[in-house]
């Protein structure tokens, strides 16, 4: 700013006035300031600004993988409200790396994030609570805001918002699909069980199979990570073990997306011998053959949600825990048995 005065032979003071808007100088000092600005490639230095409390800050999304189909719908969905309210949005990835989530969370501390977006399922062991309160205390006393998205609230009185989808409604929903059209034996492709998505499908599984009245068979539980590999390399060794079931229940799509190439490999046709249903609802579902059953998530409204919650929690403070509905969208994978 020193170099801009001396070239536009003005002060300091009349250069910051000039590109704060918020003095009236004459359109002759403007001229010169600003020709000065353009020929020296000046830019304001945005952390005096935010230290200032003159520029709003980022919202920052912190998500373990970009490339997911699900979690890039909750970045979409971020980005979209993040502009629409004039906010940069700034996405990074952890990797399930812990130590790397305690750097991005220091990191947007010290870049006066507006708010930290945590996104996906997590382990919920002490050691996560004890992060989680740790990363909402710190980042309120620097006046942000630490926002969970799909994952549930933290217990105690901490300053944290929580934007969760109805994950146990839509899991049950999917598998009484599948037991009111006469299946009895559903091989689960679920989770690891450490992870907080993948229990609570699992228990709406267990759920619906009690409704019902069908036993749980411990070989037709089969955990696993939430991926396509995962998903083909669980149905063929099934198949491969000659394990008996008329239908899959997936845990995500990607893994329901595996489980048909494996199906398929193996000569078999969806949903004339196996019936399949997945979760999430991703954009290429439909455009699958057979077009797959499956629980659709509002990714995109999580994201759009947990921005606004963030950035309105002083108007809306009651607003701070928010549960979005999932939807069973019925397409053509499942067959009903006779």
């Known amino acids: 700013m020193r170099d801009v005065a001396a070239k536009a032979g003005v002060s300091v003071a009349t250069v910051s006035r000039t590109l704060a808007g918020n003095y009236p100088v004459s359109a002759d000092t403007r001229a010169r300031v600003m020709a000065a600005v353009e020929s020296l ?125 109805d994950n146990r409604g839509g899991a049950f929903q999917a598998a009484d699909q599948l037991l009111s ?26 759920h619906a199979l009690r409704a019902h009245g069908v036993s749980h068979t411990e070989e037709l539980d089969v955990p696993g990570p939430y991926t396509r590999v995962s998903g083909y390399q669980r149905t063929r060794e099934a198949l491969a073990s000659g394990l008996d079931f008329t239908a899959i229940l997936a845990g995500t799509d990607m893994v329901a997306v595996g489980a048909l190439a494996a199906l398929r490999e193996a000569g078999l046709d969806v949903p004339g011998d196996v019936s399949l249903v997945g979760f999430d609802d991703v954009h290429f579902a439909a455009d699958l053959t057979p077009a797959l059953t499956t629980v659709r998530v509002p990714y995109e409204d999580l994201g759009r949600t947990a921005v606004r919650l963030a950035l309105e929690r002083e108007e809306r403070p009651a607003d701070d825990h928010v549960v979005l509905s999932t939807q069973l969208v019925i397409r053509q994978s499942v067959a009903t048995l006779r």
């Open 41 to 165: 490639h000046y830019v304001v230095n945005v952390h005096a600004k935010a230290l200032s409390g003159r520029v709003a800050g980022p919202i920052a999304l912190v998500i373990k993988d970009i490339t997911g189909p699900s979690l890039a719908q909750v970045a979409a969905g971020v980005e979209q409200e993040a502009a629409s309210r004039g906010r940069l949005s700034l996405v990074c990835a952890t990797h399930d790396d812990r130590k790397r989530e305690d750097d991005l969370v220091q990191l947007m501390r010290e870049q006066h994030a507006a708010a930290v977006l945590l996104v996906g399922g997590a382990v919920l062991d002490d050691g996560y609570h004890q992060r989680m309160a740790e990363y909402a205390r710190a980042l309120d006393a620097a006046g942000s805001r630490l926002v969970l998205v799909g994952r549930p609230a933290l217990p105690g009185d901490l300053p944290v918002t929580v934007v969760e989808y």
């Open 181 to 206: 059209a006469g299946h009895r034996r559903i091989l689960f492709l679920g989770s690891v069980p450490e992870l907080s998505t993948g229990q609570q499908r699992r228990d709406s599984y267990l």
